[in-house]
């Protein structure tokens, strides 16, 4: 698989499965909240995962998406699209296979994501640091 957003070519990146968990860990680094792996594989046809979490305030929520903007950058991997930074209460983030959704507590409880796709397969993460 390629990544279209890369510069000077495609690089190839790792499984859906590997970069939905590379993402998690990435915003749960930055202290992001609820962090959920969404599986949507046979449920949606333009995505195979999403990756939800929260961050207190829109600052943090920027600082999330920047975080996992520059650690997937890093590897190679860049999104197709972003959405939402300006107001940073609903950054999403298109990775393709991944698609991640920041958001702030507020806008998170009034969009329920998760309760959208009924029982699809769910890994909550644990908060890491003390």
């Known amino acids: 698989m390629t990544e279209p957003g890369s510069a000077g070519g495609a690089i190839a990146m790792a499984a859906p499965e590997e970069?939905?968990?590379a993402i998690a860990e990435l915003a749960a680094e930055k202290k992001a909240v609820d962090v959920v792996e969404l599986d949507v594989r046979g449920v949606l046809d333009y995505t195979d995962f999403f990756v939800i979490c929260s961050g207190?305030?829109?600052r943090q929520t920027k600082a999330i998406?920047?975080?996992i903007h520059r650690g997937?950058?890093?590897r190679g991997i860049l999104p197709a699209r972003v959405e939402?930074?300006?107001?940073?209460?609903w950054?999403?983030?298109?990775?393709l296979d991944v698609?991640?959704?920041v958001f702030t507590p507020e806008t998170r409880d009034?969009?329920?994501?998760?309760?959208?796709?009924?029982e699809v397969p769910v890994r909550a993460f644990a908060a890491t640091g003390a």
């Open 110 to 118: 009034y969009y329920r994501l998760e309760s959208l796709w009924g």
């Open 91 to 95: 950054i999403l983030m298109d990775y």
């Open 65 to 67: 998406h920047d975080a």
């Open 19 to 21: 970069l939905a968990q």
């Open 56 to 58: 207190g305030t829109d």
């Open 84 to 89: 939402g930074l300006a107001q940073a209460r």
């Open 99 to 101: 698609v991640v959704h």
């Open 72 to 74: 997937l950058k890093d």
